[in-house]
C-alpha cells in the first residue's frame, strides 16, 4: 500500500542519516572491491537495477546504451524497460500503474512537475550525499540545481538539457535551391513557397498533441517574447491570454501545419522525412538533431540548426533527469553509485553528444559541443539570458494544466472551425480554473 503522506521531518532526517550510512558503506565497499582480489576469487557481480524509460528512437536508444556501458565499467547493470511513446505520454502511465501497484523500477526517468509529485508522496529517493560529495551545487548550472531540488532536497540525477525552440533545416534542399537559412519569418516564408514549388514537404509535421504543443511553445516565445512567455506559462497570469502575441502565434501555428502533411505519427517520422530529403524544415526540440545524426545526416553539411525565429538569445528548455525510487533500501548504494556515475563529466559529454542534448555541467568545454549544442549551452549559461520552462515536457506545470492547455492548443490546429480569439478566452478559462502555485526548490 502506497502512503499519500508527505515524509515527516522524522523520516526525511532518518532517511537522511540511513542515506550516509549506506553512502559511507558503498564507499568501504567500493574501495574493497578495488583492492585487488584474492587469488581465487571471482570479480562481485555486477549489481542490477531496472530503469524505466521513454527513450526508444535510434538516437535515444544509442544514448541509452552508452549509459548502460558506461555504467558497466562500474559494476552496475542497466536492466532497460523502454516504453514507447514520444515526451513520454505512454510512459508516464506505465509508471504510474507500477508505483500504485507496488511495483516500482528502481530507476525511472521522471522529469518536472512528475518528479515533484512522486517525490511529495516519499517514492523517490533522496540524493542530498551524493549531491554534497559530487558537488553537484558548484558544477551545476543554477537552473538545473533549482530543478532536482524539491523542498530542499536533490530528488533527481539530471542527465541533460534539451533546447524546444530549435529549427532544424535541410541544407542540401536549401542550397540546391539557392535558399537563404530561416533566420527570420520571411526567410522562411520565402523558402516555404520554393520548396513547395520544387515538389518538396516545406515542413515536417505531425499532429500528435505533444508535437503540436512543442512547436506552439516555441512560437509563442517568438511572438510574445520571453516576458510575455512568462506571465503565460510561468506566472499563469489569465488576463495575458487576451493579448495579441498569443492569437498571432495560435495563427502562426496553423499556418506551419498547412506546410506540412496532416496526420498523427511518432516524432521520428518527422525527423526521417527531413534525413531523406523530403521535407525542408522541422521545428523540434535538439534530440531531433540528435536522431538525424543517428540516420547519418552530418550537421553542418546535410542539416543545420537555428534558434526558431524571433527566439534568437532565449532558452525554452527541458531537462531530462532520472529517479531513483523508494521502497526496497537494499539497493539504495547501488542507485547513489549510479548517480554519482550519471553526473561525472565524461558520462554527460558522451551521453549528450547522442542525445542532442547538452551536459548539465558548467565546467565542460564549449569548444568540444558541435555548433547547435554550443549555441544551446553558450544560452543557457548566460546570466542574463531568459531561461524558459517548457510547458509540454513538463517543466511548467502540472500533468492536468499541460493536458487541458495541450488539448485546446491541438484542437485549434486540427479544427479550422475554432476562432482564434475562442480559443484564447479557452485557454485563459483553464489557466483560471487550473492555476496551483508552483513549489520551489528551495524550502
Ligand atoms: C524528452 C527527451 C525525448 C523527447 C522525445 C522529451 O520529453 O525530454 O529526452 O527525446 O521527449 O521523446
Known amino acids: 500500500m502506497v502512503s499519500t503522506a508527505p515524509p515527516s521531518a522524522f523520516h526525511r532526517r532518518r532517511r537522511g542519516l540511513l542515506a550516509a550510512a549506506c553512502m559511507a558503506a558503498s564507499a568501504l565497499l567500493a574501495a574493497a572491491s578495488a583492492a585487488t582480489p584474492a587469488a581465487g576469487t571471482e570479480p562481485a557481480p555486477p549489481q542490477a537495477l531496472d530503469v524505466l524509460h521513454w527513450w526508444t528512437s535510434v538516437s535515444e536508444r544509442r544514448a541509452a546504451d552508452h549509459l548502460d556501458a558506461r555504467l558497466a565499467e562500474v559494476g552496475i547493470q542497466w536492466r532497460d524497460t523502454a516504453i514507447a511513446g514520444g515526451a513520454g505520454m505512454a ?47 558548484r558544477t551545476l548550472f543554477p537552473a538545473v540545481q533549482a530543478h532536482v531540488t524539491h523542498r530542499g532536497h536533490v530528488v533527481a540525477a539530471p542527465l541533460g538539457v534539451h533546447r524546444i525552440n530549435v529549427l532544424l533545416y535541410n541544407r542540401r534542399l536549401f542550397d540546391r535551391l539557392k535558399l537563404a537559412p530561416p533566420q527570420d519569418w520571411a526567410a522562411a516564408e520565402r523558402a516555404a513557397q520554393a520548396l513547395r514549388q520544387a515538389g518538396y514537404l516545406p515542413v515536417a509535421w505531425s499532429d500528435e498533441p505533444w508535437q503540436v504543443a512543442t ?32 492569437g498571432r502565434a495560435l495563427e502562426r501555428l496553423r499556418w506551419w ?49 537555428l534558434p526558431v525565429p524571433g527566439t534568437a538569445g532565449s532558452h525554452l528548455y527541458s531537462i531530462d533527469t532520472l529517479a531513483m525510487l523508494t521502497g526496497d533500501y ?41 555548433s547547435c549544442a554550443r549555441d544551446s549551452w553558450l544560452t543557457f549559461s548566460r546570466a542574463d539570458a ?29 479544427d479550422q472551425r475554432q476562432g482564434t480569439e475562442a480559443t484564447q478566452r479557452r485557454l485563459a478559462t483553464l489557466v483560471r480554473a487550473l492555476h496551483k502555485p508552483p513549489v520551489t526548490g528551495t524550502p
Open 91 to 137: 510512459a508516464a502511465k506505465v509508471m504510474k500503474g507500477r508505483l500504485l501497484s507496488g511495483r516500482p523500477p528502481a530507476v525511472s526517468q521522471l522529469i518536472g512537475a512528475v518528479l515533484r509529485d512522486w517525490a511529495d508522496l516519499g517514492l523517490v529517493l533522496e540524493l542530498d550525499g551524493v549531491a554534497r560529495q559530487g558537488e553537484w551545487a
Open 215 to 246: 512547436v506552439f511553445e516555441a512560437l509563442l516565445l517568438a511572438e510574445g517574447g520571453p516576458a510575455l512567455y512568462q506571465r503565460l506559462i510561468v506566472e499563469r497570469d489569465p488576463d495575458a491570454y487576451g493579448r495579441l502575441a498569443v
Open 257 to 305: 501545419r498547412s506546410l506540412g502533411s496532416s496526420g498523427e505519427r511518432p516524432w521520428t517520422e518527422a525527423a526521417r522525412e527531413v534525413a531523406a530529403d523530403r521535407a525542408g524544415m522541422l521545428i523540434m526540440g535538439d534530440w531531433a538533431k540528435g536522431e538525424l545524426m543517428a540516420l547519418g545526416s552530418q550537421l553542418g553539411e546535410s542539416f543545420d540548426c
Open 330 to 370: 537494499s539497493r539504495q548504494s547501488v542507485q547513489e553509485r549510479m548517480a554519482a556515475q550519471l553526473f561525472s563529466a565524461p558520462v554527460q559529454q558522451g551521453y549528450n553528444r547522442i542525445k542532442g542534448s547538452v551536459p548539465v555541467r558548467r565546467d565542460i568545454d564549449p569548444q568540444a559541443l558541435d
Open 386 to 414: 531568459p531561461r524558459l520552462p517548457s510547458l509540454a515536457h513538463r517543466m511548467a506545470a502540472d500533468e492536468a494544466l499541460k493536458d487541458a492547455l495541450m488539448a485546446t492548443v491541438h484542437r485549434y490546429a486540427v
